[in-house]
């Protein structure tokens, strides 16, 4: 069941997605309402699954990454089934069920270029299975593009960096 967002809630998700960092007591101001009544309404929409704090990036002004959207069509039509275990494939940032063409679109983001793509198709779906066909489509330049980091890449930049 989804939960209902009101208008205060409406508020503070646009708050927050314009500056994830705005400290509570200043986007309870803007709201107009107490910060322990901003605070709870955050803790609720957090709680809920509704809203994310998180840190996006822009994958082309960060050196050495690569985006590519990939229309993928199933064998079969286990549409929930395949859309998680994609979704839960290192370099898939997001994925979604859709009409058209597809059955389903991911967006893969990867530090490996070409050859990380190439890895993903050939490894990473295979091993998923259950997919008939796929295209895939590398993004190029895009304006106003911000993306949460796939865990993958979050894994490896964590990494402690080797001593030389």
């Known amino acids: 069941m989804r939960p209902k967002v009101d208008a ?15 400290a509570l007591a200043d986007a309870a101001e803007r709201a107009g ?3 322990p009544t901003a605070r709870s309404r955050l803790r609720n929409l957090v709680d809920h699954g509704v809203i994310r704090i998180a840190g ?13 959207l990939v229309g993928l069509t199933l064998d079969k039509y286990k549409l929930e089934e395949k859309l998680e275990q994609i979704a839960d494939l ?10 058209g063409r ?18 993903f198709l050939s ?3 295979q ?8 295209e895939m489509f590398v993004v190029m330049k895009a304006s106003n593009k911000w993306v949460l980091p ?11 960096e080797p001593a030389e």
């Open 150 to 160: 796939p865990r993958g890449i979050k894994r490896e930049w964590a990494a402690p």
């Open 123 to 125: 490894v990473s779906l």
């Open 8 to 22: 205060l809630d409406k508020q503070l998700i646009g708050l927050f997605s314009d500056d994830g960092r705005t």
């Open 102 to 119: 597809y059955d389903i679109v991911a967006e893969v983001v990867t530090t490996e270029g070409m050859a990380g793509l190439f890895h």
């Open 127 to 134: 091993n998923v299975g259950g997919i008939r066909a796929s």
């Open 90 to 99: 290192d370099a898939v940032s997001w994925a979604a069920v859709v009409t």
């Open 33 to 35: 309402v107490s910060t």
């Open 56 to 68: 996006l990036i822009d994958p082309f002004r960060v050196r050495g990454l690569t985006v590519a």
